[in-house]
């Protein structure tokens, strides 16, 4: 079966770089969801979309924005990046059909 | 506010004994409650659901609303279940909003 797929899988960039990840959910799956985990850290919320419109938002710094397209892929896009943003982030997608949702295997990014 | 706490950062045990993986939480409202595992920072994957009472790898989990706990038990457990557990909380009626995780707990199973 078709997973959460999540493009690049590792990402490397210097400080104040930008950097865009990109998020395809499951098919028929509407709501695509972001999440930050650091180093030894648990996984911390960023955002989420539901039918191509933000629903929810947590810590997520105003650097970043997010968007869902009509396709149902997110992108996260990170600039001026920091240290500190260097992570693990995973994108989950879920429909109305169960409770739960589908995580990918995140995109790890290093920022040098 | 909504809080989720796994009070064991380690826990090891030998191959064949039981363990359990300790969840508390807080919420002032109905929560949902879940547990994932993560292999080896891979991706995390759905464990369970309280509301589905159902019993995956052999784990359960029950939701004890007195004592706002969801602890995680398996009588046997095996070598390939060391990975780390994380107990998870989402708010009922909000069927995916966000989930509020845990610390996590590294399960480590000996030979």
């Known amino acids: 079966a078709a997973g959460v797929i999540q493009s690049p899988r590792h990402l490397i960039k210097e400080k104040r770089e930008t950097a865009t990840l990109k998020c395809y959910p499951i098919?028929?799956?509407?709501?695509v969801y972001w999440y930050q985990q650091g180093p030894g850290q648990d996984p911390q919320f960023l955002i989420s979309f539901y039918e191509k419109m933000q629903s929810d938002k947590g810590s997520i710094p105003d650097r970043f924005s997010a968007q869902q397209f009509s396709d149902y892929h997110s992108e996260l896009n990170m600039s001026s990046l920091e240290l500190g943003d260097s992570a693990l982030y995973f994108c989950?997608?879920?429909?109305?059909?169960?409770?739960?949702?589908?995580f990918g295997s995140g995109t790890r990014l290093t920022v040098v | 506010a909504q809080r989720v706490t796994q009070p064991e950062k380690l826990l090891s045990v030998f191959k064949g004994a039981p363990v359990e993986l300790k969840c508390n939480y807080s919420?002032?409202?109905?929560?949902?409650l879940f547990w994932y595992v993560q292999y080896s920072r891979q991706r995390l994957q759905l464990l369970l659901r309280?509301?589905s009472r159902e019993s995956i790898k052999g784990f359960t989990a029950d939701l004890n609303k007195g004592e706002t706990s969801f602890h995680l038990k398996k009588p046997f457990a095996q070598e390939e279940d060391s990975a780390m557990y994380y107990c998870a909380l989402s708010r009922r009626g909000s069927t995916l909003g966000r989930l509020y995780f845990g610390r996590g707990t590294q399960l480590t199973v000996w030979p």
């Open positions: 309280h509301i």
């Open positions: 989950a997608s879920g429909n109305g059909e169960h409770y739960g949702y589908t």
């Open positions: 919420y002032s409202g109905s929560p949902e």
């Open positions: 098919p028929r799956h509407d709501t």
